[in-house]
């Protein structure tokens, strides 16, 4: 009887919530940037309207892009993440579907919000893998 061991992916360690609120910081300098950047560049039909403005459409769509096409990526993290020696990754260790990277992005909110209350009401919580992980079933792990 012949016995062969198969070796596992290597568990990375999950990152913790400093670390990745520092790569998000990061990521909000450089978007921020960009939409400095388009909407000098773009036309307002009302300059009155702060929140309700057209472009703020294209302001989220090039969130979107940014957060969601670099987490699907090779590199499978933002220019913050890479910089910050993190990666997004699925329960298994590969790389996000976009589906996943999507249901993040939209989900984000809502785990700032959880995240918050739970500061504030001084609440126990696992934070190396919030809400909106859990719902894509993704994790951010150390490099």
Same mark, same amino acid.
């Given at each position: 009887m012949q016995t062969t061991y198969t070796q596992s992916k290597n568990k990375a360690a999950l990152a913790d919530l400093g670390t990745r609120l520092m790569a998000f910081s990061l990521d909000v300098l450089l978007l921020l940037t960009l939409v400095a950047v388009t909407d000098f560049y773009t036309f307002s039909s009302n300059e009155q309207a702060l929140l309700l403005k057209p472009e703020r459409l294209l302001h989220l769509l090039l969130a979107w892009l940014y957060f969601a096409g670099t987490e699907t990526c090779a590199c499978q993290g933002t220019l913050g993440k890479h910089l910050m020696n $993190? #990666?997004? %990754?699925?329960?298994?260790?590969? =790389?996000?579907?976009?589906?996943?990277? %999507?249901? #993040? +992005? +939209?989900?984000?909110?809502?785990?700032? $919000?959880? $995240? $918050?209350? =739970? +500061?504030?009401?001084?609440?126990?919580?696992?934070? #190396? =893998?919030?809400f909106h992980d859990r719902l894509a079933d993704s994790q951010v792990v150390e490099r």
């Open positions: $993190l #990666r997004v %990754t699925d329960a298994a260790g590969d =790389r996000l579907t976009i589906k996943a990277a %999507t249901i #993040r +992005f +939209f989900a984000r909110p809502v785990s700032a $919000l959880m $995240l $918050l209350f =739970r +500061f504030l009401t001084d609440s126990a919580y696992d934070s #190396r =893998r919030t």
